[in-house]
């Protein structure tokens, strides 16, 4: 009532001067729409005083504060009863007009209703019959019986004074108010069945209670510290075992090129030689590249004979247990923690199975690593290989393979700790589930149980009233249809 009293007078002081019939306009409107002697007309008429007073009307942001509890068909209807007093008064193309356009922008009401509203209370013919019925199905006044009569007196009071629908568009405005309907109730069953679904999934929770508590915590317990022991000693034999290849790649490396230089940079004196050329060189070459793939084949397998016992002791995973932890646990979460696990346990196996055919992220096998440093030494052209360059090539090997090394266990050893930290949060998320149930009495279970039914009972009801709204609407709307057009 705030609302429309506030744009009435807001219409009747736009333009800066008040007529007679413009007051009586607004308290005919006013009286049209409240019952004689009524605390609602008393109300009204202490409003025109309030807001006159205080010229609310001129205040956008104060009228648009008063219309926040308003729907947009309710906005529409305020700003509907202001066309009406001036079609009565100054007519529609009057300077109070824009006062009427700029209060329907900052409410956000749509702007294609005013054309109707321009036309309709201006006597217009050529006005949008589209137009026209979408507005008399937006202020259909049974959309409104469920929130004051206040708002069915005045959506019945606006349509009686615009067009009627014709018949044949009347039709259409059935049949498209009744597919609206159907749309609509689709998606609110929608929503009920995804509180269906959560409803489902809080008795599988329920029905899952007992068999967690079931589960024996002290065999949880020994495991979890198991798993921390384990993930300490991964640690522990990944460094070790690394400092040990890099260890024994390193003199094997050193032994294969002390044998080239007895056999090509010594000579018959048992002096050493600065460089080597001609003959001497080709046959070098030939053979450092069977040491770099025999060297190659050595380090592959040195890998995988070193990198196995952290395999082992990763393999002492009791994944059984975990295994019925995490079905438990997957049913609450409904999250598919058992796939995820067994994909992390076959990654994690397959990489060490076969450490130097599965590297890390931007590592490169020896062979290829070495090829630029191998070319500079070998693809000299003309010119001597000097013992210098040797030692220089020799340093630069063992380099590569201290890095590739390092780049594999320290991968391998990440995998296998992260697989043991997932296995330590399954336990202890299991625990603290295990726990928190234990503490729940029978009262309470039964309580639980008692709501979930009384719920999906409660939504279940509700989808069968949305089913029979669009048949029963659709009746209502026909009727109104029917009275529109008589």
């Keep these: 009532m705030a609302a429309l009293v506030t744009v009435l007078l807001g219409v009747m002081f736009a333009d800066g001067t008040v007529t007679d019939e413009e007051k009586q306009q607004l308290q005919a409107i006013l009286d049209n729409l409240t019952p ?9 008429q202490l409003l025109l005083k309030g807001v006159k007073q205080h010229q609310v009307y001129k205040k956008l942001d104060q009228l648009t504060t008063l219309t926040i509890p308003l729907s947009e068909a309710e906005k529409l209807l305020v700003i509907s009863f202001g066309y009406k007093m001036l079609a009565n008064t100054r007519g529609i193309n009057s300077r109070e007009t824009s006062y009427l356009q700029s209060l329907t922008n900052q409410l956000g009401v749509n702007s294609k209703y005013l054309a109707v509203l321009e036309a309709g209370f201006s006597g217009q013919e050529n006005i949008n019959l589209e137009a026209l019925q979408q507005f008399h199905s937006f202020l259909n006044p049974a959309s409104f019986q469920s929130i004051d009569p206040l708002f069915v007196n005045a959506a019945s009071y606006i349509l009686t004074e615009l067009p009627a629908i014709p018949p044949s568009l009347g039709n259409q405005t059935v049949n498209s108010y009744s597919l609206e309907l159907q749309q609509s109730a689709t998606k609110i069953k929608e929503s009920i069945q995804v509180c269906l679904n959560e409803l489902d999934q809080a008795e599988t929770v329920w029905n899952t209670k007992p068999k967690i508590i079931e589960v024996a915590k002290q065999e949880i317990l020994e495991q979890l510290g198991e798993c921390s022991g384990r993930d300490i000693r991964i640690r522990r034999l990944g460094e070790q075992r690394k400092l040990q290849v890099a260890e024994q790649a390193k003199k094997s490396w050193e032994e294969r090129i002390e044998r080239l230089r007895k056999k090509w940079f010594i000579d018959a004196k048992e002096k050493q030689k600065k460089s080597i050329g001609w003959g001497d060189k080709d046959y070098f070459i030939k053979d450092i590249k069977q040491e770099v793939d025999q060297y190659n084949h050595h ?89 210098e ?28 700790t992260q697989a043991v930290t997932e296995a330590i949060s399954v336990y202890d998320d299991f625990l603290e589930r295990q726990e928190r149930y234990k503490q729940e009495t029978p009262e309470q279970r039964e309580a639980e149980k008692a709501w979930i039914a009384q719920k999906r009972q409660e939504l279940e009801q509700l989808q069968k ?22």
Excluded: M
Aim: proline fraction near 3%; include cysteine; charge should be neutral.
């Design 299 to 387: 380090i592959e397998s040195l890998i995988k004979e070193k990198i196995l016992p952290i395999y082992e002791e990763f393999d002492t995973i009791n994944v059984e247990l975990i295994q019925r932890c995490i079905n438990l646990i997957k049913q609450q979460k409904q999250i598919n923690l058992s796939t995820q696990f067994n994909f992390n346990l076959e990654k994690t196996k397959v990489k060490f199975s076969n450490p130097t055919a599965h590297l890390p992220n931007n590592t490169k096998n020896f062979k290829t690593s070495i090829k630029p440093a191998l070319d500079a030494l070998v693809n000299k052209g003309w010119g001597d290989i000097s013992w």
């Design 389 to 416: 360059e040797v030692i220089k090539f020799k340093n630069e090997s063992i380099s590569i393979v201290n890095d590739l090394v390092t780049a594999i266990f320290d991968d391998r050893v990440k995998l296998a």
């Design 465 to 486: 009233d949305i089913d029979a709204i669009p048949s029963i609407s659709l009746k209502n709307l026909e009727n109104n249809h029917d009275l529109a057009t008589e």
């Design 36 to 44: 004689s002697e009524s605390k609602l007309r008393k109300l009204a």
